[in-house]
């Protein structure tokens, strides 16, 4: 048995932490994990860890660091209790490590908890000693005498904890206890009832189409409320979850807003993941090498695939309608196509080099990288319409994860990196080894107009710039026209003018030398306050010049401006008979 005991420094930003077990051996080694499952990025933990020390029979022993993550203890008495006491610095406001102050906690146990090398497979067992009388605990732990019990350290790893004064919501799905914790910001006229209503459903939709099997006892969604982001991680019982307040259901909401749906869209991605990464997995996390990257080329198929379900799921489950389901999926197309990245990484390398370009993005991401998250979600709608086609209807993409579902009940094994092709032959009988190798390790563009057209709906494009959005047309509304001048960047509104977030590649700032991180003040000598209305008082090929700070000095640059600097997809319903073979 591994056993933490876990006291709050809360003003401090300190978890402090008791560790107590009994080694057969001379000699022990701890270690804390790089990297958390499901967050490809090596995080390094242990650089939280402020002090360290082992004893036994209250005498001090050696403790030694031996690299960036490990101790060796040494010099006691085997079969006879250790107790190694350190502190880690807790202010990551975040889900993927951990938090502490006056208000809340919250962590991740790989930021934590030190694992004994050779005991993983112990049961470990985590208990609080100062936790303040107004707060509660939540986790997808099981709870006994006041101990979380973790079989071993990979569930240990997998459960969150949300520590402070939350709110709780309590219900069933399929006679399995859910729970809905929400923390941070709650509006007064918060909805409460509409969650769980909607969430109830989302749940409901995905437990059936995995065949009914539940694959858990009891679930937990932990949602801290507040900040600008949506994102998520997924867990083997609970996911944690962090979301703008604005974006939860309010009592005097109608129809669901864009904010509320894409919560739902959260939720319904990281509740699929139960299925898709959790249990179905790529053999390369089976089991998961804590200490270095572990890598795999088919996040593309455990991240797109989920990601085009989640969405659809919200569709089938009836909380948006057709029009607005095609919308977002009009909005992944053109997120995609907009930027040259797509042009330059396949969906595999994408997956591979996820550790380092990915989860590192920076000012020229999106004219180097292509997200196996969006573009893996549109090669799903492509699998899902060819095996559609090809089955007559009798079969989807839906018999490909079931069977994998069944496939990882029966064996437990994992996906290798070639036999997504064979397994989807196997569940389905339609062969795509030439499409799966064309979509993901290639950097080809996926055949929508062609599928789409089978399926009564026609997608067009037109010349356009950045900030344009793709629209849902009529059938006898013509393409949109655009010649709204550009300088091909992403504007960040400042105090004084705009600064450069990213520069795209071939546009008029690109070709003139403007910077990412160029704050720019002035159009002809003119101070800007409306960069958009200010570029539309000229016309194509004129030549302003643009006046801006880099770093300390000021900077005078004459651009060339474009107009219709990338393709904007629209998309039409043509025949909805025919529309109705997919939705």
Known sequence: MIKYTISLLQNSHIYKVLLQFTPKEAQSIVKLPAWIPGSYMIREFSKNIISINACQKGKNIECEQTDKNSWQIKGYKPNFGIEIEYEVYALDFGIRTSYLDN??????????????????????IIQFNNLPRTWNIATGLNIKDNKYLATNYDELIDSPFELGEFMCLSFTVKDVAHQIVLSGTIAENFNSKRLIKDVTKICETQIDMFGGIVPFAHYTFLLYLGGEIYTGLEHRNSTALMAPYHSVPTYHMDKINDDYLKLLALISHEYFHLWNVKRIKPQIFNPYDLQKE???????????????????????????????????????????????????????????????????????????????????????????????????????????????????????????????????????????????????????????????????????KSAGNYTDSGRILEESDKLPKSNKLSLGIKAIKENLGYKVGNVYDKTAAADAGIAAGDLLIAID???????????????????????????????????????????????????????????
């Open 103 to 124: 208000k809340r906690g919250y962590f991740n146990a790989t930021s934590l908890c030190l694992y004994l090398v050779g005991y993983e497979q112990s049961e470990h």
């Open 294 to 460: 572990n890598y795999t080329n088919l996040l593309w198929w455990f991240e797109g695939i989920t990601s085009y379900y989640d969405d659809l799921i919200l569709y089938r489950s009836g909380l948006t309608d057709k029009n607005r389901y095609l919308q977002i999926i009009l909005d992944n197309i053109n997120s995609v196509y907009k930027y040259a990245g797509v042009t330059k990484q396949s969906l595999v390398n994408s997956s591979l080099t996820a550790w380092v370009k990915y989860y590192r993005q920076d000012e020229n991401s999106p004219n180097s990288i292509a997200s196996y998250y969006v573009k893996g979600a549109l090669v799903g709608l492509c699998l899902d319409l060819h095996i559609r086609s090809q089955t007559k209807g009798e079969k989807s993409l839906d018999d490909v994860l079931l069977g994998l579902y069944d496939k990882w009940l029966n064996d437990g094994r994992g996906i290798n990196e070639t036999e997504i092709s064979e397994l989807i032959k196997q569940y389905t009988g339609c062969n795509l080894s030439y499409e799966i190798l064309a979509y993901t390790a290639t950097t080809a563009e996926l055949p929508l107009i062609k599928l789409f057209k089978s399926y009564g709906l026609e997608l067009t």
């Open 525 to 583: 000598n003119i101070k800007i306050t409306d960069l958009d209305k200010q570029l539309e008082l000229y016309t194509v090929n004129c030549k302003p010049c643009i006046t801006l700070f880099r770093q300390e000095q000021l900077i005078n640059i004459q651009v060339n401006l474009k107009a219709n600097l990338t393709d904007i997809y629209h998309l039409k319903i043509i025949d909805e008979k025919q529309l109705a073979n997919w939705l």
